[in-house]
Structure formats: structure tokens, C-alpha cells
């Protein structure tokens, strides 16, 4: 068996970067949590993009969102009804690409009104809905659409 001594300082220098290495990785996955954090305990956004709840006009308000597959960018178009900043209704319909998209989109836009209605638009981070996590994509983007035209 051969033998080689390391110095201590190849040893520190070693931990050093090693540390400094999971820092930086650590750093990378906070940016994602930190987005995820920016909510406050009434589920308010801390960040901006839209007013807070109850200064939004009442009225029906559509739009577009779209979201990557493995297969292609899909969209679909989100119609949401606010009386006092709560969601009141909703339709979903889309123009699904690939055939898995039609089958999560069909259970997406099965279940959406079950998630959404009733509950103030600021609150609403739509993330999985009947097993489709994807399609939530299109709609948290549709859903910053609408905010943005209903705000008054």
C-alpha cells in the first residue's frame, strides 16, 4: 500500500472550498424558497404585482397563460368572476397540443372551481389540482393578468 501525507494547510484549504462549494449551492436553492416565502401569514404576496384584496373592481375578467410541457408550450384561457376580491367563478378552457396535456388540462379545469371559488384573489397560488401541476403554470400566470385589470 502506498502511503502520501497531506499538510494541514492542503487539508484546510480543502474544507474551505468544500464549505464555500454547499454555500453556494445552498444560495442557489434559497432563491427558489425565498420566492416561495414571500407570501406573509394572510397569504398576502410580499412582492408586488397587484393590489391587495378588496381593491379590486368587481366584474368578469379573462386571460391567457401558458406553461412548458415536456412536449411543447400549451395555453389556456382562465375566466374569473370577482365580487369584493373574491373569486365568485371560474372557467378554464384550453386548446390542449399533446394528448397527456388533454388529459391533465380535463382534470385540471375538472377540479379548479372546487380550489378557487370563494377565496379572496390575493390568496389564490394555485400549485396541483386533481394531479395536474403543470396547468396550475398557465393559470398563476392568467391569474397575475387578471389581477393587474381588475385592480382599481
Do not use: H, W
Not at 2 to 29: D, E, F, N, Y
Not at 56 to 85: K, N, R
Amino acid at each position: 500500500m502506498i502511503s502520501q501525507a497531506v499538510s494541514p494547510t492542503v487539508r484546510k484549504s480543502a474544507a474551505v472550498v468544500g464549505i464555500a462549494g454547499m454555500l453556494v449551492l445552498a444560495g442557489c436553492s434559497g432563491a427558489a424558497d425565498a420566492e416561495d416565502a414571500s407570501t406573509d401569514s394572510t397569504g398576502n404576496s410580499g412582492s408586488g404585482g397587484g393590489a391587495s384584496s378588496g381593491d379590486y373592481a368587481d366584474g368578469t375578467y379573462t386571460a391567457e397563460g401558458s406553461y412548458q410541457t415536456p412536449e411543447t408550450v400549451e395555453q389556456i384561457s382562465v375566466t374569473l368572476t370577482l365580487a369584493d376580491g373574491v373569486v365568485t367563478d371560474v372557467e378554464v378552457t384550453g386548446d390542449p397540443q399533446a394528448r397527456e396535456t388533454e388529459q391533465y388540462q380535463g382534470q385540471f379545469i375538472a377540479g379548479i372551481a372546487d380550489e378557487v371559488v370563494g377565496v379572496a384573489i390575493d390568496e389564490l397560488n394555485v400549485s396541483r389540482v386533481a394531479g395536474s401541476s403543470l396547468t396550475s403554470g398557465g393559470f398563476n400566470a392568467a391569474l397575475e393578468d387578471i389581477k393587474d385589470q381588475a385592480a382599481s
